[in-house]
């Protein structure tokens, strides 16, 4: 182990982490440590016990996988609260903070615990080696994928596909009250009310995507994008779209939330993407369209908001 991890390893373990318990709770910006840091740590207090349960080969399939409700590895055995010992369980939490903005975090800590009780109840792995090539962290469980990005997964925000969700109850009401998502749908649908007649004609279809795993999926180049260009879009228009997409960055760490930027820069803008809102699972019949899409090159951004939110989002050099 270099010097500067036992650095690290020594102030984590030193500075209060073990006080921490099971909560969520934002620290403060001065304890701030970045994920690559963190995941070294974690790494180099293992037992061969849980490097065994839980550390997996950089090639293992489950690295890039996303869904809706999952675990990577058994929560009867391996939970975040019942199998982790000392200051491993804080680490793993520091882990996860490190990756969201205040904003983010409150929101998924509320999440967290409205469905599922609370953070020891998820599981995570690694993959690949902290520190000695290529690594990354995965936390998994009801309405969760989350991932680090050490930069390994090459040309993936976010370090691969993730989901996210809430459900408040199994079919909500029509304003999803309580919900920590729903303002993310409220400015899509902000931004439909901005369309002309025509715009929305083309913008509504009938049928939506299924909500599964293979909405992730990238289109082949060949394939036309559901819904409406945002490039087609007046200026005042064209803001309101980077209002939605700000809405989904903005949860995460501003150096994540950047790198997603510049690959949608990089992949033609927005104004490469389309939008489209579907009229099936309309909550309440009130025309405040519940599931709608994001997508282009290297996009995919789907959210069903009904009967409760599922999004799944998939960003990447085209």
């Not at 970045?34 to 740590?41: F, K, M």
């Amino acid at each position: 182990m270099n010097k500067s991890l036992i650095n690290r390893r020594n102030i984590l373990l030193t500075g209060g982490i073990a006080t921490l318990g099971l909560s969520c709770s934002t620290s403060k910006a001065e304890d701030y440590t970045p994920p690559d840091a963190l995941l070294e740590v974690l790494y180099s207090i293992l037992n061969k016990e849980q490097k065994a349960a839980m550390c997996f080969p950089w090639e293992h399939k489950k690295r890039a996988y996303a869904d809706n409700n999952w675990h990577v590895v058994d929560p009867k055995k391996y939970a975040i609260g019942k199998f982790y010992t000392s200051a491993q369980p804080q680490i793993i939490q520091r882990l996860f903070r490190s990756l969201l903005s205040p904003e983010g975090l409150e929101r998924f800590e509320k999440q967290i615990k409205s469905d599922s009780g609370g953070f020891g109840q998820y599981t995570c792995a690694i993959f690949g080696t902290p520190g000695e090539g290529k690594s990354e962290w995965l936390l998994t469980g009801r309405h969760l994928t989350l991932r680090t990005n050490s930069h390994s997964a090459g040309n993936a925000a976010f370090g691969g596909p993730l989901f996210y969700g809430h459900a408040t109850r199994f079919t909500e009401k029509a304003d999803h009250p309580k919900n920590v998502w729903w303002h993310q749908a409220e400015l899509a649908n902000n931004l439909y009310a901005l369309l002309s007649p025509q715009q929305q004609k083309e913008a509504l279809l009938d049928k939506s995507p299924k909500d599964k795993s293979t909405t992730l999926i990238f289109k082949d180049k060949s394939e036309k994008a559901d819904g409406i260009n945002i490039g087609k879009m007046n200026s005042t228009q064209k803001i309101s779209a980077q209002r939605v997409i700000d809405s989904l960055l903005k949860s995460f760490n501003e150096k994540y939330a950047q790198e997603a930027r510049t690959i949608i820069r990089k992949n033609g803008s927005i104004e490469a993407l389309s939008i489209a809102f579907y009229k099936a699972g309309d909550t309440g019949s009130d025309k405040i369209w519940d599931r709608w899409r994001i997508e282009g090159p290297g996009f995919i951004w789907y959210f069903r908001g009904s009967p409760h939110v599922h999004a799944w989002v998939n960003i990447a050099k085209a």
